[in-house]
């Protein structure tokens, strides 16, 4: 089982950066491969990126060249640098395991909110 705390989001001009955070606890997770997701108000969760457990990333078009996912095994940590955030980028932010079944064995964290807004 894993647990995981997502932090770092926040109100951000568009154009502006954020860093998000996420901690992970429980059972080993750096064999797995990691996911950001969002959800934006009325809408379903969507896959933002992934990353296998060799660093290997990919991004939905939505984001990439913007969004770099990243992860240091030895903190038990996943993040996502957000570059140039556009207002449509607003949402809760959340990680998780990229496998669905997985994912949903572990459960969700309460997320990170970002805002993008002037």
């Known amino acids: 089982q894993v647990q995981f705390v997502e932090s770092g989001g926040g109100l951000v001009q568009p154009g502006g950066s954020l860093r998000l955070s996420c901690a992970a606890s429980?059972?080993?997770?750096?064999?797995?491969?990691m996911a950001w997701y969002r959800q934006a108000p009325g809408k379903q969760r969507e896959l933002v990126g992934t990353?296998?457990?060799?660093?290997?990333?990919n991004y939905a078009d939505s984001v990439k060249g913007r969004f770099t996912i990243s992860r240091d095994n030895a903190k038990r940590a996943v993040y996502l640098q957000m570059n140039s955030l556009k207002p449509e980028d607003t949402a809760v932010y959340y990680c998780?395991?990229?496998?669905?079944?997985?994912?949903?064995?572990w459960g969700w964290g309460q997320g990170t909110q970002v805002t993008v807004s002037s």
């Open positions: 429980g059972s080993t997770f750096d064999i797995y491969a």
């Open positions: 998780n395991a990229q496998a669905t079944r997985l994912a949903q064995q």
């Open positions: 990353i296998n457990s060799s660093g290997y990333t």
